[in-house]
């Protein structure tokens, strides 16, 4: 396949179009040439993937995709994918189908033997987990973790003695309590990597021992939003 022949979306094709996480810089050109081709855009909020069109110049069809009418909307988008239309599915940010909706219409697609074809880019799990320092040789991606602080704890009492790196999202609400309870539950000096507005404006990564960090954590600002990287116990940075 031809690098042209890879930026036209097929009938029948749904793209799984990774969006910056902040940049705009960070989409790609094949990533962009899908968008502005394809029939339809299921995406997650209509209200920030229309303006994010616009900014590059694009307008197309948009369907409203998101978590409480996934399991609807994913029937609905496969009969049209079935009946010969092109389609791009995205989130707010990042990548689909990582704690964002895409899953359900993936996998209706494969359930009708339908192509699914990614279209990779941004994605705050690889990006953070690449700048973090801590191992890389294998990590466990747990997405958002419980709002309840036992459920929480349970957690990491459970992975504990993990023999990887453990990586997931939190809010700016819950980010305070998630590193104090890392640091009551696997210690003080357990490395971690705390990331916040990672590509934006205000990025920042603050990584060391976990106690050293809640303590730094404290003196800045907890807009945005946070990625937790929890590094395996024994490592030292």
Known sequence: MSLSDSLLPQPGHLYVVATPIGNLSDLTERARAILGAVDVIACEDTRTTGPFLTRLGLRRELVSYHEHNEAEAAERLVERLAAGASMAVVSDAGTPGLSDPGFRLVRACRRRNLPVVPVPGASALTAVLSASGLPTN???????????????????????????????????????????????TLGPERAVCVAREVTKLYETFLVGPAGEVQARLARGSLKGEFVLVISPAGFVL
């Not at 036992?150 to 790196?165: H, I």
């Open 138 to 184: 294998g990590f466990l991606f747990v997405g958002f973790l419980p709002p309840k602080s036992s459920a929480r704890v349970a957690f990491f009492e459970k992975y504990r003695d993990f023999d990887y790196t453990l990586v997931l999202y939190e809010s700016c609400h819950r980010i305070e309590k998630a590193l104090a309870e890392i640091v009551t």
